[in-house]
């Protein structure tokens, strides 16, 4: 069973397009996050929300908007796509925040030509 | 100013050899935490290990061992006897509550 998946894995979309990547964690954790990584490796948190309630809000632009429908789901919805948001945006969860342990989702290769 | 530096930008080493991958963090706040994580070459993230700003006990899992010094604003991370599957980015990080800041990484590689 997985534990954290994200969907799709690959995302190959033209500028000024609207994207969303979905992610799910089965393990009954209370907090998600959203973390990007550039094509240099520079890893970035972006959000993290605990019982659906968003707690970091990093500075990302107002284009990217994470929704949590539950618990169990933490959505990322991309508006206006620009070539600098091509990356690999992972999705983690973790029991509790701060995070003792985290699990992340196998990352979604986001493309934007 | 909250910061984290991995100096080393990568490391080779020989299998069975001991490596030390260096992180050492800046932050005025007294309470935070600090993270270890893996990236193999197959790309998915590994959480290693957190410790938070009041514990300073030293920690040892199998082969890896975290090395944490608020006198030095360090958090090091030693892997004994490395083995190929070592071989991984690994990433330092900061989290003072809301604020969670990386390190650019070290690649480490572990030749057979």
């Known amino acids: 069973d997985t534990a954290v998946s994200q969907t799709p894995k690959y995302l190959v979309t033209q500028m000024g397009n609207d994207k969303s990547i979905k992610c799910e964690q089965n393990l009954g954790h209370d907090t998600m996050y959203w973390y990007k990584q550039d094509s240099k490796k520079f890893l970035k948190i972006m959000f993290s929300y605990n019982n659906k309630e968003l707690i970091i809000n990093e500075t990302v632009p107002n284009r990217f908007s994470p929704k949590s429908p539950d618990k169990a789901h933490l959505n990322l919805h991309i508006n206006s796509l620009e070539l600098g948001d091509s990356a690999v945006y992972f999705c983690a969860s973790s029991p509790a925040y701060p995070a003792n342990e985290q699990y992340f989702g196998p990352g979604t290769r986001l493309t934007v030509t | 100013a909250q910061k984290v530096t991995q100096a080393q930008t990568e490391i080779s080493v020989v299998e069975k050899e001991d490596v030390t991958l260096d992180c050492v963090y800046e932050t005025r706040d007294t309470t935070y935490y600090l993270f270890w994580y893996k990236q193999p070459p197959s790309g998915e993230l590994v959480f290693l290990i957190r410790?938070?700003?009041?514990?300073?006990q030293n920690e040892i899992s199998g082969r890896y061992s975290w090395n944490f010094q608020k006198s030095t604003s360090s958090f090091n991370f030693t892997i004994t006897a490395s083995q190929v599957v070592d071989s991984a980015v690994y990433f330092c990080?900061?989290?003072?509550?809301?604020?969670?800041?990386f390190g650019s990484g070290t690649k480490l590689n572990v030749k057979p």
């Open positions: 990080a900061l989290d003072n509550f809301n604020k969670f800041y």
């Open positions: 410790r938070n700003s009041f514990d300073e």
